[in-house]
C-alpha cells in the first residue's frame, strides 16, 4: 500500500483489523509488527510514524538509502475515520500494523512513535496522549503492543506534563522547540512522548505524557537546546521545570500572538520573523494542521536515552 | 565605510542577512540578502584598512565572517568556527588585529548545569591580519552577549552579565585577568550590556534594570579598572518615566559627548542625551 504522505514503499507496510492477517516480510527485511489500541482498548484513528536507522545512526528510507530529512522512514494510519476519541473495536476497525523494515535496519535509535487524529489529520488529545516505542537492536520486533495513554480529563490516573519558565539572561523568552520522550514505560507498559509544547514568551508546557515515568525533556531557545532527564510525570500532574538560558543582548522580539509579526523597533532594523509563518512551517513538517502544539520535525530530533 | 558612508546590515525576517549602503548623494541601495540564514543578528567592524567585515552566529552555531568588497558588496560567508551562544563582538585590537568574542554555547548534555550560562570564548587573528587563531576560553559563568571595549593604553576590556544578574569583568594587559563584579549590586541587570569611550578615555556601561529603567557606570579614570557604582538615568526626571524594554544603543557625537537610545514597553524610540552643562536630560520618546 502507498503511506498516506504518498511516499511509495517498496516493502510492504500494512494496518489491519485485529482478524486480517498482516502479509509476511520479504526475506532479508526486518518485521517490526503488533497491536495498537487505546490504554483501555478501543480501536483508535492514529498516525503511526517508524523510524529506521541503520548501524551509524542515519535514517534510513524504504528502499534501504540513507534519508536523514524524512520525519519518518515509513507511516502509518489506522482507522482515519474514527474521531479522535476512537470507539470499542469493530471488526472494520484495524487495531493492527506491521511494516518490513530494511534489511539494514539496526535499531537501538530508531522508534515508533503514534500521535491520536481526528478525522481531519489533526493530533488531537481530548482522550488519548501521544506514545512511543523505542526498538532495541537488532529486531526483529513482532508482537510489540501499543497503547496510546488516556488523558486525565477522563482518567484519574492518566496523564501529567511538565511545564515551567523559560527565561534567557533572566528575562522571559519564547522557546521554539519542546519535545519529551519517556525513559521507559510506566506501570501499564505505555512510554510516553510528546511532539512538542506549547510556548507562551516566557513559557512552555509539554502535550500530554503517559504518568508513571520519567521523562528526557529538551527546549530549545535560540538554536540551543537544553536537556532535562530523569523528569518524573505524575497522574493528573504538572511536574515544574524552570529553565534559564544564554540570551543575545539584542534579542528576537518574536511574540507568536494568532496572525501576527513580531514589531521591529528600529526603522534600521528588518521585521522579525513572521510566526505565523514559523506556525505553518512546523505543521506541514508535523503531518498534522490546525494544531497550535509544535510538532515534530525532521533531522533535527535525538533519540531518546 | 572609509569614505563615510553608512552601512547597515540586520536580519531578516526569514533570518537572512541583508545589508544596505548610503551612495555618495546620501540615497540607499536596496536591501541585498547576503548568504545563508543566520542565528544572531551581526556585528559590523572597520578592519584596519579600512573596508567594512561582518561577523554572525551561523548555522551549528559557528561564527561566520563576510569581508565587504571595494565596490560595495559582500563576499562569501567564510565558517570561523565555533560554538556560539550569542550574538558576535567584534572589536579591533591596537596593532590592527580584529578579535571576535562570544558566548559559548552549553554542551546540550542531559542535565548540564552549565546549560543557563557559559564562558566568554574569543578568537584573533594573527598578526599578518588575514589569518586566525584558535578558539580560547577566558572561563566564567555568563549568560548574555559580551560587550567589548579598548582602553586608550591598548589594554582590552571585557564584560558580561553573569546568572546573578550583575556585571562581571575581566581586562587583558599582558595577561588576562579573572572575572570581578563592578557596578554594585543595587542594580538587577535585565539586559545586555553596551559601552562606550568618552572624550577622555574613560569607559562608561550602560545596562536596563529589573526596574525597567536605564543605569550607568563609568569609569573612575581612564584606563582604570575601577568603576563606580550604578546611576540611574538620566539625571533629570521624565515625566511620565517611560517603561523601558531593550538594551541600550549608544551613540557618540562629535563633541564626544554620549546619545542614548532604548525601546519602551509602547514600542517607542526613547532618547536622551548628555550635556556638559546640564548631564543627562529627561527622555523624549517617538513612536516609530
Redesign the interface.
Known amino acids: 500500500m502507498r503511506p498516506p504522505d504518498g511516499r511509495a514503499s517498496a516493502v510492504p507496510v500494512s494496518a489491519s483489523s485485529a482478524a486480517g492477517p498482516a502479509a509476511p516480510c520479504p526475506p532479508g527485511t526486518k518485521a517490526v509488527s503488533g497491536t495498537i489500541t487505546g490504554e483501555d482498548g478501543r480501536a483508535l484513528n492514529v498516525l503511526v510514524g517508524i523510524d529506521a536507522v541503520d548501524s551509524s545512526g542515519q535514517k534510513l528510507a524504504m528502499d534501504g538509502s540513507r534519508a536523514p530529512a524524512l520525519p519518518y522512514t515509513t507511516v502509518l494510519r489506522l482507522n482515519p475515520t474514527l474521531p479522535p476519541e476512537g470507539r470499542p473495536p469493530m471488526p472494520s476497525d484495524a487495531t493492527t500494523f506491521s511494516a518490513c523494515l530494511p534489511s539494514s535496519t539496526h535499531h537501538g535509535n530508531g522508534n515508533i512513535e503514534l500521535y491520536p487524529k481526528n478525522q481531519r489529520g489533526t493530533t488531537t488529545q481530548t482522550r488519548y496522549g501521544n506514545a512511543m516505542r523505542p526498538l532495541p537492536a537488532p529486531g526483529p520486533w513482532p508482537g510489540l503492543a501499543l497503547k496510546l495513554p488516556l488523558v486525565c480529563a477522563v482518567h484519574p490516573q492518566g496523564t501529567g506534563r511538565v511545564s515551567g519558565t523559560v527565561k ?4 522571559l523568552a519564547q522557546p521554539t522547540r519542546g519535545p519529551a520522550w519517556a525513559l521507559g514505560p510506566n506501570p501499564q507498559g505505555i512510554w510516553g512522548f510528546a511532539a512538542g509544547s506549547r510556548f507562551t514568551v516566557g513559557s512552555y508546557t509539554t502535550q500530554e505524557l503517559a504518568s508513571g515515568t520519567n521523562y ?1 525533556v529538551r527546549i530549545t531557545y ?9 523528569i518524573a510525570v505524575h497522574a493528573c500532574a504538572t511536574t515544574r521545570l524552570d ?8 534579542p528576537s522580539r518574536a511574540r507568536c500572538s494568532p496572525g501576527t ?1 513580531a ?1 521591529s ?10 510566526c505565523t ?1 514559523a506556525r505553518t512551517r512546523r505543521r506541514a513538517a508535523a503531518g498534522g494542521t490546525g494544531s497550535a502544539w509544535e510538532a515534530r520535525s525532521s533531522g533535527t530530533r535525538l533519540p531518546p536515552r | 565605510m572609509s569614505d563615510g558612508r553608512i552601512v547597515i546590515a540586520a536580519r531578516g525576517t526569514d533570518n537572512v542577512l541583508r545589508t544596505t549602503m548610503q551612495h555618495l548623494d546620501a540615497t540607499w541601495t536596496p536591501w541585498t540578502p547576503l548568504g545563508t540564514s543566520v542565528l544572531s543578528e551581526p556585528s559590523l567592524i572597520q578592519n584596519a584598512a579600512g573596508g567594512l567585515e561582518l561577523f554572525v552566529r551561523g548555522p551549528g552555531n559557528h561564527l561566520l565572517r563576510s569581508v565587504q568588497a571595494a565596490n560595495g558588496s559582500w563576499g562569501a560567508y567564510s565558517d570561523l568556527g565555533g560554538t556560539l551562544a550569542t550574538e558576535p563582538v567584534a572589536v579591533k585590537n591596537a596593532d590592527g588585529r580584529l578579535e571576535i568574542f562570544a558566548i559559548q554555547a552549553p554542551s546540550g548534555a542531559a542535565n548540564d548545569p552549565d546549560s543557563h550560562a557559559g564562558p566568554v570564548v574569543h578568537l584573533w587573528q594573527l598578526s599578518d591580519r588575514a589569518t586566525w587563531g584558535a578558539w580560547a576560553s577566558r572561563g566564567g559563568v555568563l549568560t548574555a552577549t559580551p560587550a567589548v571595549a579598548l582602553n586608550n593604553d591598548g589594554t582590552l576590556e571585557v564584560f558580561a552579565r553573569d546568572p546573578q544578574a550583575r556585571l562581571q569583568h575581566s581586562r587583558r594587559t599582558t595577561s588576562w585577568s579573572g572575572w570581578s563584579a563592578i557596578g554594585g549590586t543595587r542594580v538587577t541587570i535585565k539586559s545586555g550590556t553596551v559601552v562606550g569611550k568618552k572624550a577622555d578615555g574613560r569607559l562608561e556601561l550602560f545596562v536596563r534594570g529589573s526596574d525597567d529603567a536605564a543605569y550607568h557606570s563609568w569609569n573612575s579614570a581612564a584606563n582604570s579598572a575601577s568603576f563606580n557604582s550604578w546611576q540611574k538615568l538620566p539625571d533629570v526626571i521624565s515625566s511620565p518615566e517611560p517603561v523601558l524594554d531593550s538594551t541600550p544603543s549608544v551613540t557618540t557625537k562629535s563633541d564626544g559627548s554620549f546619545e542614548l537610545h532604548m525601546r519602551d514597553k509602547q514600542g517607542r524610540m526613547c532618547s536622551t542625551h548628555f550635556l556638559a552643562a546640564r548631564g543627562w536630560l529627561a527622555w523624549t520618546c517617538l513612536a516609530v
Open positions: 534567557a539572561a533572566g528575562v528526557d535560540n538554536a540551543m537546546t537544553t536537556r532535562r532527564t530523569g529553565l534559564d538560558c544564554i540570551g543575545d543582548a539584542s509579526a514589531p523597533w528600529s526603522s534600521a532594523r528588518l521585521p522579525a520573523p513572521s509563518a
